[in-house]
T-cell receptor, first 108, second 114 residues
Framework: KNEVEQSPQNLTAQEGEFITINCSYSVGISALHWLQQHPGGGIVSLFMLSSGKKKHGRLIATINIQEKHSSLHITASHPRDSAVYICAARNRDDKIIFGKGTRLHILP | EAQVTQNPRYLITVTGKKLTVTCSQNMNHEYMSWYRQDPGLGLRQIYYSMNVEVTDKGDVPEGYKVSRKEKRNFPLILESPSPNQTSLYFC?????????????FGPGTRLTVL
């Protein structure tokens, strides 16, 4: 069993829909990262959080430390949000463990 | 502009021919790392460096070498590449290792070993 599990693996939705991507982890963490990888391959960091909730534009990330669960939400989704979203947990030894990613496709 | 650069972006080579993928950052970051990304396996760490002359193995170091002679550069060396090293490689850096330090990724190098 992977230490960081994401769901769903693939998600197709219509433009405008509210999107939720989930991440569960089994290790103690010091921080959790959400990354975005566009079709061209480049990776950018979206959020880094260790508690509560963060918001940036239409993106919201939440984390529940007790339940070892994080979610990434996209409001009013747009085709340009189509990408692979990767959850990464930084454990207490500072090692980063990556989920396998969620491939999101937003249809116009 | 603050960035991590990698070269080359694409490389096709043959088994056994030594190659180096360069990585450079202009943010004065102490921590640098190499990852490979394979379908179905996600990102896996190859090597990392916490500062100049300090390097350590990640999860999949076999067949790779690194060096950190200067703070800004962290080259990845494949002494004798094999087809199972065909992958997409990313270099990343952060100010320090540890929670609260965002990682900045390079654009990736797609390597094919024939």
């Amino acid at each position: 069993k992977n230490e960081v599990e994401q769901s769903p693996q693939n998600l197709t939705a219509q433009e405008g829909e509210f999107i939720t991507i989930n991440c569960s982890y089994s290790v103690g963490i010091s921080a959790l990262h959400w990354l975005q990888q566009h079709p061209g391959g480049g990776i950018v960091s979206l959020f880094m959080l260790s508690s509560g909730k963060k918001k940036h534009g239409r993106l919201i990330a939440t984390i529940n430390i007790q339940e070892k669960h994080s979610s990434l939400h996209i409001t009013a989704s747009h085709p340009r949000d189509s990408a692979v979203y990767i959850c990464a947990a930084r454990n207490r030894d500072d090692k980063i463990i990556f989920g396998k990613g969620t491939r999101l496709h937003i249809l116009p | 502009e603050a960035q991590v650069t990698q070269n080359p972006r694409y490389l096709i080579t043959v088994t056994g021919k030594k190659l180096t993928v360069t990585c450079s950052q202009n943010m004065n970051h102490e921590y640098m790392s190499w990852y490979r990304q394979d379908p179905g396996l996600g990102l896996r760490q190859i090597y990392y460096s916490m500062n100049v002359e300090v390097t350590d193995k990640g999860d999949v170091p076999e067949g790779y070498k690194v060096s950190r002679k200067e703070k800004r550069n962290f080259p990845l060396i494949l002494e004798s590449p094999s087809p199972n090293q065909t992958s997409l490689y990313f270099c990343a850096s952060s100010l320090l290792q540890g929670a609260g330090n965002e990682q900045f990724f390079g654009p990736g190098t797609r390597l094919t070993v024939l």
